[in-house]
Structure formats: structure tokens, C-alpha cells
């Protein structure tokens, strides 16, 4: 048992040192580009920037049905059977219903171009800018399919350098756009940026298997069991985007543009750019667990070892960004975004919520419960919605921030009475334990830093970082 320990936790690390290193990259080169808006554009671009966005997101949400996660899953099972057809057919299914998928998407958002510039900003005056942004639609959509076949066939590598050099790519491109057009860049750097990923994708996708040719037909009987998966993924993603985009409105409407640029550089900060731990270990997690998504012990182990690394990771990294979060802000962005310190030194507290909830909701996934996941994911929207409001409401962004607790809070609930009850399974208790510690000395270095104590919060930040370093070394040791 030791041993299979020891194997596990050595694949989790690996699998953050390869995808890890590629998604600190991705995220120096946002940073870089988000800088460059907010110095050259102003906190009116990042809002801009913000609102384009969601309606992206919520619109690839809406036509993607859900295979860029959901044949995942399929193609891991598919690997693990060792049948070359069979992987052959499965890739060839996946990237036909990619392209179904991308032109639907895109015709949809030039049909719909008018109605979201109304929505989003009280005028017909951007319908073409939506419209241009259909080819963001298209190419998010083919490149979803191959990234797909990638992560299910746990090549890592290959996915970790497309991401890398699309995302390089698209800054380059980006930069002298943002210089000289300011303000009138912003949409067609998100569809330069789309296209370097698209570009370099293609370039890495996966190769090394037989050619199988399917009819539309075969795509649809062999491809109909992810898609019901991916629809469910779907409806729920949407509808989280769409509450996601109606905050984003209504921020727009209640406080104006800069409220709304101010909200998302503080949501990136604590979701997207400490989110990138989640991303770098979900990318070997989840194909993994969906090969043996019967198996009662391994989900225990796969999952109680998840749950520990992630812990060991996120902890240093909470109190590092706690203690260093005036720098962080002024780096990334600007003075002008200090007032979202608040905010996100409460919201960062929430990520170890989110890393203990996370790993339980994946498991939903492997066993591909599309309902459950379906249900789970709109009580949690529901709930972060509602949250959000009152407590921005009354207590403004800072409030923002305390809702982000309580929201995954809720969400470790949410997931855990599937997880714990529907399924039989259990966690660890050392897991557990471990995320209790972790969310204690996140909260104290808060404490001393609001206290001005900030000696001490180094301090202690010091020593935690090194027992988590020490304990990752003793879990991965042979």
C-alpha cells in the first residue's frame, strides 16, 4: 500500500511539473497582457475585456456540448483497453463532432450578434464586434477537440507545448494591436489569440495512433453516449456562465465599467491564477480516475493522495499571495487595482474549499453521472449567485470576497452528499485533516497581515512552505 502510495502521488507531480511549467507560462503571458491593457487601456478595457469574454464563454458553453471534457473520458477508457481500432474510431468521432460543434457555435453568434450587444451594452453600436467574434467560436471549438484527444491519451507534453507556444503566440500578436488600436484591440486580440491556439494545437495533436474513417452515422451512434455527458456538462456550464454574465451586466449597470474591470481583475487573480494548480493536476486526474471509476479502494486512494497534494501545494501558495498581495496587484496591474485587495485576500481563503470540493466533483464526472453533475453544479451556481449579490449589495467588492467562502463552503456540501452517500465512497483521514490545517494557517497569516503583523506572517509563510516541501518529498520518496 505504501508503495502504490508513493506510485500515485509521483504521477500527481509529475503531471504538475509537466502541465504545471506550461500553465505558469500561460499565466506570466496573461499577466503580461493584462498589464499592458490596464497601463494602456485603463481599468475601462479590462472590463471590456471582461465583458467580451464571458459572453464568449457563455456562448462556446452553450454549442461546445461539453466534449471538450466529456470524450475525455471516453478516450481514456478507450486507451486503456489497448485496442488500436478502438482508439482509432474514438478519435476520428471526437473530431467530428468538434467541427459540428464550432459551426454551430459560430453561426449562432452571428445570428445573435445584435441581441448580445443590446444586452451587454444598451446599444446595437458592437453587433459586428460579436459578430467578428464568431471566429472565436469556430476555432475554440476545433481546438477544444484536439486538446481533448490529447489529455485522453495522457499526452501531457504535447498539450502542454501547444498551450504553450498558442498562448505565446497570441501576446506577440497581441502587443503592437493593444499599442497603436487601444481600446479598438481588444476584439481582435481575442481572435488573434484564438488563432495562435488553434494554429499551434494542430501542430501537436496527437499522432501516434491508427486512422479509423466513420460516417456520420457511426459518429452519431458511437459519439451519442459522451455527448449525453457533455450535454449535461453543457446545460450546467451555460447556465454557470450566464449568472456569471449577468453579474458581469450587472455590475456594468449598477457601478459602471470600472466596477466591472476592477471585479474581474480580482476574480482572475484568485480563480484563474491560483486556479492554475487545479488545471495542472485535473489534466492527469481526471483521465485517471475515469479508468477505474468502479474500483471503491483506488477512488479512495486517487483521491485522498489528490486531495493531499493539492493541500501541500495550495498551502505555501495561499500565504505567499496573502503576504505579498500589494505587490501582486501593483506587478499585474496597477495602483489604480488596490481597492480589490479586500476582496481577494478574503476570496483566496475560498480556494481551499475549492481544492477539497474539486477533487470530490471529478469523481462525479468519472462515473459519468451527467445528472448528478447537472444538479450539483446549479445549486452551486445558484447559490454563488445569490451570494454575490447580497453580499456585494451590502458590503461592495470586499463582500465579494466573503462570499467567495461561503460559496465553496457550500459546494464541499453540495458534491460531498453524492460523493459520500450516493456512492459509498470515503476520503482519507489524513485528508482531511490535512485541508483543516491548511485552512487554519491560510486564515492566521490573514489575520497577522491585517493585523500588521507582518514579521510574523513571513515567518510563519517561511516555515510552512518548507514542511510542505519536506512533506511532498516524503510522499513521492521511494
Known amino acids: 500500500m505504501k508503495e502504490r502510495t508513493s506510485n500515485i502521488s509521483r504521477t500527481i507531480v509529475k503531471a504538475m511539473g509537466i502541465f504545471g511549467g506550461a500553465q505558469v507560462i500561460s499565466i506570466l503571458c496573461s499577466i503580461i497582457r493584462t498589464k499592458l491593457v490596464a497601463v494602456w487601456i485603463g481599468s475601462a478595457g479590462v472590463g471590456l475585456f471582461g465583458l467580451f469574454n464571458n459572453a464568449i ?105 501547444a498551450s504553450v507556444w498558442g498562448v505565446v503566440g497570441g501576446l506577440l500578436i497581441s502587443i503592437p494591436m493593444f499599442y497603436f488600436w487601444r481600446e479598438e484591440s481588444i476584439v481582435p486580440s481575442i481572435v488573434a489569440y484564438s ?25 452519431y451512434d458511437k459519439g451519442i453516449e459522451f455527448v449525453r455527458l457533455g450535454i449535461y456538462m453543457t446545460v450546467s456550464l451555460f447556465v454557470t456562465l450566464l449568472f456569471a454574465y449577468i453579474f458581469s ?108 470540493s474539486w477533487c470530490l466533483a471529478f469523481v462525479i464526472l468519472a462515473k459519468g453521472d451527467g445528472k448528478t453533475y447537472l444538479l450539483t453544479e446549479l445549486l452551486s451556481t ?20 466573503i462570499s467567495y467562502i461561503l460559496w465553496y463552503f457550500l459546494y464541499c456540501i453540495i458534491v460531498g452528499i453524492p460523493y459520500f452517500r450516493k456512492y459509498g465512497f470515503s476520503v482519507a483521514r489524513g485528508a482531511n485533516r490535512l485541508t483543516l490545517f491548511a485552512l487554519v494557517a491560510t486564515s492566521a497569516v490573514l489575520v497577522l497581515m491585517e493585523t500588521r503583523q507582518t514579521v510574523i506572517a513571513v515567518t510563519l509563510t517561511a516555515l510552512l512552505t518548507a514542511a510542505c516541501l519536506y512533506k511532498v518529498y516524503q510522499l513521492i520518496k521511494k
Open 382 to 401: 445558484v447559490s454563488g449567485f445569490i451570494l454575490n449579490i447580497v453580499f456585494y449589495h451590502y458590503w461592495g467588492l470586499t463582500g465579494i470576497g
Open 195 to 219: 488563432t495562435m491556439v488553434l494554429l499551434f494545437t494542430l501542430l501537436f495533436r496527437h499522432k501516434d495512433y491508427t486512422p479509423v474513417k466513420v460516417s456520420a452515422k457511426e459518429a
Open 249 to 356: 451586466v450587472y455590475l456594468n449597470h449598477t457601478s459602471g465599467t470600472k466596477e466591472v474591470g476592477f471585479y474581474q481583475a480580482g476574480f482572475t487573480l484568485v480563480n484563474k491564477y491560483v486556479g492554475l494548480i487545479f488545471t495542472a493536476i485535473g489534466m492527469e486526474y481526471y483521465p485517471r480516475l475515469s479508468g477505474i471509476h468502479n474500483s471503491r479502494m483506488r477512488i479512495h486512494a486517487f483521491v485522498s493522495q489528490e486531495m493531499n497534494i493539492a493541500m501541500l501545494v495550495l498551502l505555501p501558495v495561499v500565504s505567499l499571495f496573502l503576504v505579498m498581495r500589494e505587490w501582486i496587484v501593483s506587478i499585474l496591474y496597477s495602483p489604480e487595482f488596490h481597492v480589490v485587495i479586500p476582496f481577494i485576500s478574503f476570496a483566496i481563503l475560498g480556494t481551499v474549499f475549492r481544492a477539497y
Open 57 to 161: 464563454d457563455m456562448l462556446s458553453a452553450a454549442t461546445s456540448l461539453g466534449i471538450r471534457n466529456s470524450s475525455v473520458r471516453d478516450m481514456a477508457i478507450a486507451r486503456l483497453t489497448g485496442k488500436a481500432k478502438l482508439v482509432g474510431t474514438t478519435i476520428a468521432v471526437v473530431k467530428k463532432w468538434a467541427w459540428f460543434t464550432s459551426i454551430g457555435g459560430a453561426v449562432l453568434t452571428i445570428a445573435l450578434a445584435p441581441l448580445l450587444s443590446r444586452v451587454t451594452f444598451g446599444t446595437d453600436n458592437h453587433s459586428w464586434e460579436f459578430v467578428l467574434l464568431s471566429v472565436v467560436l469556430l476555432f475554440n471549438g476545433l481546438t477544444g477537440g484536439e486538446q481533448a484527444i490529447l489529455q485522453g491519451n495522457s499526452a501531457l507534453k504535447r498539450l502542454a507545448k
